[in-house]
Structures are given as C-alpha cells and as structure tokens.
C-alpha cells in the first residue's frame, strides 16, 4: 500500500511544488485500496440505516420532500412549464428530479468531505492508511442513494408515458464524470478544512448560492442573457443537461457538449488532487 502513496512532490529550482502527476498517483492508489472504498461504503451505509424503523427509506426521504416542495412552488404555484427541443411539455417533476438527484449526490459527497479527515484523526495519523480514499467513499456513498432515488425517477417516468431509451445505456459514464467533480470537490474542501475550520460552515452557505446558480428548478433559457456566462461556467450545469438529454430526450450527449463535461469533470478531479497533494504532509499534525 505505501508504493501507492509515493510522494508526489519534486524540487524545481530549490523550491518543492507539487508534481503535475498527482491525479494520477492519486488515482493508482485509489484503485489499489478499491477494496477499502468498498468495505467503507458498506460501513457507511449500515451505520446510517441498520437497526432504524424504516431502514431503506431514508435514503428516498430527502430527496422525494425536496422534489415534492419544489414541484408544488414551481409548477403548481408559479405555473412554469419547460419543453423538449420539439416544443412538447415535458412535466415539471421529471424535469426537476434529472437535475436535483445529481445535485443532492454531489452536495452530499462535499458537504461530509470537509470535516471526513479531522473527524477521522486515528486513520489520518496511520502511516499506512490512503487518507484519499475518506472523500472517495462519501462520494461513493452518496451515488448509492442518487440509484436508490433514480428507481423512483423511472418510476415517475412510465407513469408519464416516458418509457425508458436506449440512451440510458450510457449512465455509467455520467456516473464517473460525476464522481470525478465530487472527488475533486471532495479533496478541495477536505484538505481546506483542516487549515481552516469555517469550511464546513462556509459550504453551508456557498452550496444553496451554488444550487440556484444552477439550471436545476428553472429553464437555463429563461435566465436574462448578461448571468448566461455565469451559468456557461458552472462546472454542474452540463452535467445537469446531460442528464436531462438521457432521460428525457433520449439523447446521448456527444461533440461540444461531452468534450465540455469530459473536460470540465477532469479538470475539477486534478486540481482537487494537487489540493489534496500539496496540503497532505501536515494533515498528521494538525487534525
């Protein structure tokens, strides 16, 4: 295991920096504690849920409230409708649900990763335990309830008459591109709140900014054009898009609009990395 946590750093004119290979020694060794990941999901989620009253439930419990409340403020009180490129009205709780189960995945897997490592002090302080893998298996986590809550969203989709298409077939892939921008965003916000304890509290506040910054309850077109640019760089909003165009379109996202995902989800993976890299030889000392 400690071949796989090699240090990443090297000496450029008598100053250490992070090496540009971090992402992907961070990855082999993610992938060498697979088996770790795993095991720690399972820990997760049984210590969430075993032994509760309505065990399995929980999971759906947030996520159905959230798409209740919004459904009724938006379609049944505000009257908003969206539509399909073909103009025909997609209903206002599917559209929503695409976009709303990624986003409570991903403010999941970040909001617990900023306090994973001080809240782990013993695992952080073993030299021989991938302290990478903390954020990883929340993000993990937090994809086991997205799948619990997307058997609803099918569901919801034959009751609708939106029989199920062949462009689900690539849902694995946005599952990885998501779970690229939650790891990366995991790394970031870990390795930031052992230097500075408001992190979380800080998330607490930036995450529901971040939400309706983000085309989850309202058409991107109906934002006024000069906010379009702010909603072009939101890292979730092709994300959101591409779920929409595979359930609701049937639609397999390709040119442009993958190349942007691909690159947007990368991006977010290697610069939480060479946070997590840079920051990771004092988190023994300080947590």
């Known amino acids: 295991m400690r071949a796989d946590q090699e240090d990443v750093r090297v000496t450029v004119a008598g100053r250490e920096s992070v090496s540009w290979a971090a992402p992907f020694v961070l990855t082999r060794a993610i992938w060498s504690a697979r088996m770790v990941v795993w095991a720690l999901v399972v820990r997760d989620l049984r210590s969430r849920y075993v032994g509760s009253a309505l065990g399995a439930f929980w999971p759906l419990a947030h996520p159905l409230l959230q798409l209740a409340t919004f459904t009724f403020v938006f379609a049944t009180v505000m009257k908003v409708r969206v539509s399909d490129a073909g103009g025909t009205d997609v209903p206002f709780v599917l559209y929503l649900a695409c976009g709303l189960f990624p986003w409570l995945a991903i403010q999941e897997a970040v909001t617990r990763s900023a306090t994973c490592l001080v809240d782990n002090p013993t695992l952080v302080k073993r030299v021989v335990f991938p302290v990478e893998v903390l954020p990883v298996q929340l993000a993990c986590s937090a994809v086991v309830h997205q799948l619990i809550a997307t058997v609803v969203l099918l569901a919801l989709m034959a009751v609708f008459g939106f029989p199920p298409r062949a ?30 304890r408001d992190t979380a509290q800080a998330l607490g506040v930036l995450l529901p900014v971040w939400f309706y910054l983000t085309p989850i309850i309202y058409p991107q077109h109906l934002v006024p054009s000069f906010l379009q640019p702010v909603l072009a760089l939101n890292p979730l909003t092709p994300l959101v898009q591409a779920y929409r165009d595979v359930f609701l379109h049937g639609v397999v996202p390709s040119g442009l609009g993958a190349l942007w995902l691909a690159a947007v ?23």
């Open 167 to 196: 462009s689900l077939l690539v849902l694995p892939v946005l599952l990885v591109a998501q779970l690229l921008i939650a790891i990366g965003l995991g790394w970031s916000v870990a390795a930031l709140h052992v230097y500075f």
């Open 265 to 287: 989800g990368l991006c977010v993976f290697a610069g939480g990395a060479l946070i997590f890299t840079r920051a990771r030889d004092e988190f023994a000392d300080l947590v």
